[in-house]
């Protein structure tokens, strides 16, 4: 090494602080020489709990030590629903029976009805309730129920599990299922092509 850059080097170790002599490295490049300063405490304490913190969150879901976001939006929604249910003010059988017989007297409700049954019904019941998969809804047997409005609504409601009726509570409004049972009434009597043969008890007025 020449005696110049010796100069150099002793000039720049002499302007060097004790602390920062000791950080100093051997690399030289072209004369400048490169600090290896330790990470700051904040970061290094950063950088572990991220660390340990995704170990855990991986073990956690991954072996399912905690629901997973779909169990918990079930959960929430559940919830909302039961919380949905139970504000709704209790309506008495006898009130119902009186909304029902009012709303066959208005043909807005009768083809609002239709329009809901059509949708969710028909694929079970045909488009005109002569029966498919379901039973025929137009003739004067009933399987659940002895075809009064509250009861049509209730099946409707709640469903018939026992012969593939699933419940409709959650998936129609409350007027969509004041409608619906008011335009499957409206349906006695009227004789649909194609109608399913009778199934269930025979009802007579």
């Not at 300063?37 to 709990?49: A, D, K, Q, V």
């Not at 329009?115 to 039973?135: D, L, M, R, T, Y």
């Amino acid at each position: 090494m020449s005696d110049n850059n010796k100069n150099d080097q002793k000039d720049t170790n002499t302007a060097l602080s004790a602390e920062e002599s000791k950080y100093l490295t051997d690399h030289d490049y072209d004369g400048i020489r490169e600090f290896d300063f330790p990470l700051p405490n904040w970061w290094l304490l950063t950088f572990i709990g991220s660390v340990v913190f995704g170990v855990i969150y991986y073990v956690v879901y991954q072996f399912g030590l905690a629901p997973s976001l779909q169990q918990e939006l079930t959960t929430e929604m559940a919830a909302v629903k039961a919380q949905v249910v139970a504000s709704a003010p209790p309506v008495s059988n006898v009130d119902i029976g009186a909304v029902l017989t009012e709303a066959m007297k208005d043909p807005a409700k009768i083809a609002s009805g239709k329009q809901v049954f059509v949708e969710k019904c028909s694929a079970c019941h045909g488009a005109n309730g002569q029966g498919q998969i379901g039973p025929n809804l137009a003739d004067d047997y009933w399987i659940a129920g002895k075809g009064t409005l509250p009861e049509i609504r209730s099946v409707i409601e709640v469903g018939v599990p026992a012969k593939g009726m699933p419940p409709w509570q959650q998936a129609l409004k409350p007027e969509e299922l004041i409608n619906v049972t008011v335009f499957i009434k409206s349906l006695r009597g009227s004789n649909p092509a194609d109608a399913k043969a009778p199934q269930g008890e025979l009802v007579k007025d």
